[in-house]
């Protein structure tokens, strides 16, 4: 075993049968238990956490210290401005060249950065223990029109906002590298599933995906760790689930396919086990006719895709929640999982609103579907738990406040690992009356 073959101990790459190649264990691993760690390749903080995030390592804290220059990024200490000077220089005079017009794309900012990390890095780094950056899938042929028409738009952001500082390669491998990024890219989510910011994991970009996942992805910081979910034996493949586990196996494959260009063979697809569940119809003496039911899973479908391009003001976005919600209520129970999305996007927009007993009020119908309907240790599950017992909490209820809080910890302990700072936070919520 030569140590031209990088490895992570415990574990191996191997072609997986049907998936290309993949990432499986060496020996076992109990549910809890880290798997490995990945650094991030590079990472970029979304604009809309700037001044609560440090820029270079994400530590949430007051009184953070801004850059002097463009008095838009924020550190922890110069320690951290330091580090990560080599990366805000890419933006620093831009921002203030281009004022309130520098608007490039998250993903334009982070490819941007990897262009730069390429050219100063040559050997291998940590987060490319097994697999280089450069050998990430692309799938650029099969992009399809829409998605070439944003790639070519944030192409001419690169260019525009970031061409005193980096050097491009030719448009065909720029190309590859934006569909590169948007194959394997990783969002960095809060404790609540909040969007911090997107990163590049090599190796951990080389774990496929399943409905029914092993493992589960979460972050320290800019550092991706990844533990067990199942119990796993020798020779198990490290499998995650790339998109939210919600929907059913129709809807979860287009979504697969649309995104990632393939179909999973789970069991769980295979044998659709959960979709009954999942579209769940009221019960009626005289039975709804399929036709009906499969009209309101169209409109269901129209108005989920509908609601993400919308661009109205949120009393308005309730509306349409509500609207939608007693359209399908008349079909549809109300934990059926295309009304709790709905549920969930008015809940959403209840705390954009303060509204805390109409955020609380739909907090409570999603919580005992979502745990039936997600796998036993999902961040969907404990991300709401969290979400309501902090409501609870704030408005002084007290007991039902730490049942939840509770209940967010026995999930965070496996997925986030006991010493997760989120736990220490946690912990210290619960105790404080």
Not at 69 to 80: D, I, L, P, S
Not at 280 to 306: G, W
Not at 337 to 364: F, K, N, P, S, T
Request: charge should be positive; proline fraction near 4%.
């Amino acid at each position: 075993f030569s140590s031209a073959v990088p490895s992570i101990d415990g574990l191996e790459r191997f072609d997986s049968p049907g998936k290309g190649r993949g990432l499986r264990v060496t020996r076992a691993f109990k549910v809890g238990e880290l798997l490995f760690s990945c650094p991030a390749y590079t990472h970029v903080l979304s604009v809309r956490e700037r001044g609560c995030y440090c820029e270079f390592c994400f530590t949430r804290k007051e009184g953070l210290a801004r850059c002097g220059k463009c008095r838009k990024a924020f550190y922890c200490n110069a320690k951290c401005q330091k580090a990560d000077w080599a990366m805000h220089k890419l933006e620093c005079s831009a921002m203030m060249a281009f004022g309130e017009n520098w608007c490039p794309s998250e993903m334009t900012r982070l490819v941007a950065r990897i262009l730069a990390k390429k050219k100063t890095q040559k050997e291998r780094c940590g987060s490319e223990k097994i697999l280089p950056v450069g050998e990430m899938q692309s799938h650029v042929e099969d992009v399809d029109n829409d998605k070439r028409e944003m790639n070519e738009a944030d192409i001419a952001g690169l260019h525009r906002f970031y061409s005193k500082h980096v050097e491009f390669p030719d448009h065909k491998d720029l190309l590859t590298l934006f569909s590169q990024v948007a194959c394997n890219g990783f969002t960095i989510e809060d404790d609540e599933l909040s969007h911090l910011g997107t990163a590049v994991y090599p190796d951990v970009a080389l774990v496929n995906h399943s409905c029914l996942p092993s493992v589960i992805v979460t972050y320290n910081g800019t550092l991706a760790e990844v533990r067990a979910v199942q119990d796993m034996k020798t020779g198990d493949e490290v499998l995650i689930s790339y998109i939210d586990l919600l929907y059913p196996t129709d809807d979860r494959n287009n979504r697969l396919r649309e995104s990632y260009y393939f179909t999973c063979d789970c069991q769980e697809c295979k044998s659709k086990s959960q979709d009954k569940t999942k579209l769940k119809v009221r019960k009626r003496s005289d039975p709804i006719e399929p036709e009906v039911i499969n009209n309101m899973v169209r409109y269901a479908r129209k108005t989920i895709r509908e609601f993400r391009a919308v661009k109205t003001p949120p009393s308005e976005l309730l509306e349409i929640c509500q609207q939608s919600l007693e359209e399908m209520g008349a079909v549809f129970e109300d934990s059926n999982v295309y009304m709790l999305h709905m549920m969930y996007q008015a809940m959403g927009v209840c705390l954009y609103m303060q509204d805390v007993d109409g955020a609380i009020r739909y907090g409570e119908k999603i919580l005992k579907p979502y745990g039936k309907i997600y796998p036993p240790y999902s961040l969907n599950v404990s991300s709401m738990y969290l979400k309501l017992g902090r409501l609870y909490m704030g408005m002084e209820r007290h007991s039902l406040g730490v049942k939840s809080l509770k209940k967010a910890m026995a999930i965070m302990e496996v997925a986030h690992g006991k010493d997760h700072h989120y736990l220490t936070e946690l912990r210290k919520e619960i105790t404080q009356k």
